[in-house]
C-alpha cells in the first residue's frame, strides 16, 4: 500500500498510512536495524513526503541511525517509525545496509564471541 | 574507551554494521537506566512504543475518547569493534506490556536481568516475564547500601534458579562492573550455545 500522490494533510497522511500497516514491517525493521540516506544521486523528491519523514530524512543526512534512535529523537512511536520507514524505503530514500542477526534462531558464536571480545576491550 | 560521560562522542553509526541487543530487566528503580547510562556512549535516550489494537491513533492530536498505553524504554548503544554495536534496552517490566516486551525481545542476544535484595519479591513477575519469553538471561544483583548480601547459591535457591544461571554482584553506577555482569551474560550464553555445526 502507498499513499503516494495523495497530497494534503501530513497528520492525515500519516494516520492513513499507519492505520493500514501497523504490524506488517515488524521483521524488516527492529529496533536495532540501522538506517541510512539511500545511496542515490540525487535523491528522490521530497514533494511527497510529510513532516516527520522529512524529519527523518534530515537526521539520516547526519548519520546513519538505528530505529530506536529516531524514535527516541523524533519523539515518535516505534510503531509510527517502522510505517514512516516502510515508505521512505518504498520511495527510494533509505535503505537499510546494516543487517541484526537473524531472529528467529539462537544466536551464532561467531557473534557472541565478537559481543565478548567487545566486552572484554572496554 | 569510555562511558557518556565521557567528553568523548560515541563513534557515528555509518549503517553498515552489524546490530545487535540485550534488553536490562529489572523491577522500578532496581538500576536498569543507571546501568545503561554507564555501559552506553550515548547519552542513555527513551524511545517510546504505544500499545494500541489498530495502531491507528498516532495523528498526535490527542483527541478526547481515545486510548492509548505509551511505554517508555531507556536504551544506550555502544560500540564493540568497527562493525559490530550493542544496543542496550530497560525492558518495561509490567506484565500488561508483555507485546512490547515481546517485541523488543525478538532477536536480542538475552537479559540482564537486575535484582535488588530488597525487594526480591519484586523480582519474581519479572522472572516470570523472561521465562515466558524463552531468552536466556543471567542475574546481576545491584548492590545498595545496607542491602542484604546473600551468597549467589543461596539467591538461586530462593529465587529457584538453574543451577547453571549466572548470578553475579554489580554496582550498576560502575561502568567495569557492569561490564562484568553483561560479560558473565554472554559467556553462559555461549555455554547455551552449540558449536557450529554448518
Known sequence: MTSAGHGGDPLVRTYVVTGGRATASRNTFDFVTLVALSPYSPQPGRAQLNHEQNAILDLLARSAQSVAELGALLNLPICVVRILLADLMETGHITTAGRIHEAAEAPDRTLLEAVLEGLHKL | MKGCTSSEPAPVLRGTEVTTKILVAGHLSAGKTTLIGSVSQIRPVTTEETMTSAGADVDR?????????????????LHLNDNLVLYLFGAPGQPR???ILQDLAHGALGVLLLADTR??????????????????YAVAINRFDGAPEPTADRLREVMRLEATTPVVTCDARDRSSCRDA???????LLTLTPEPSR
Open chain 2, 61 to 77: 492530536t490527542d483527541l478526547p475518547g481515545k486510548t492509548k498505553t505509551t511505554v517508555a524504554m531507556d536504551f544506550g548503544r
Open chain 2, 182 to 188: 553483561l560479560i558473565a551474560l554472554i559467556t553462559h
Open chain 2, 97 to 99: 506490556f508483555f507485546p
Open chain 2, 119 to 136: 525487594r526480591l519479591d519484586d523480582t519474581y513477575p519479572i522472572l516470570e516475564l523472561i521465562e515466558d519469553l524463552g531468552l536466556p
